[in-house]
């Protein structure tokens, strides 16, 4: 029975964990050409000053990336462990597990 309301659960949640999904992926890609750049830069660039700049520029950016990545993995925990305390803890999970009726 609980593997039954755990598939349902993960169906309601399908919505804005693969938003989040695709927001982390697109977020990885972009990590992944900022170091390429940072790389690139690194090795083509003569001018002291204007490496200094740049880099620091690309590696804040890099910085902000890495925590949108961090974020996310705290944000799908959150959502999944905020739905499953209302589907189980509340009025709602009370009757899922004592009574025989749908949630309407």
């Known amino acids: 029975m609980f593997s039954k309301l755990l598939k349902y ?6 919505n804005v964990l693969s938003f989040l ?3 982390a992926l697109g977020v990885g890609v972009f ?3 900022l170091l390429r750049l940072i790389i690139y830069i690194a090795d083509t660039m003569k001018d002291a ?3 200094a ?3 620091t520029g ?10 949108a990545i961090i974020v996310y993995a ?3 925990e959150f959502i999944t ?4 305390y209302k589907n189980k803890f509340t009025d709602e999970g009370y009757l899922t597990f004592t009574l025989p009726v749908n949630v309407h």
Do not use: H, Y
């Not at 659960?9 to 399908?14: F, H, I, L």
């Not at 690309?58 to 902000?64: G, T």
């Open 81 to 84: 462990l905020a739905r499953f």
């Open 49 to 51: 000053e204007t490496l």
């Open 21 to 23: 999904s695709l927001a």
């Open 9 to 14: 659960e993960w169906k309601a949640n399908a």
């Open 31 to 33: 990590c992944g050409l």
């Open 53 to 55: 700049l740049s880099m």
């Open 58 to 67: 690309l590696v804040i950016m890099f910085f902000f990336a890495l925590l």
């Open 74 to 76: 705290f944000a799908v």
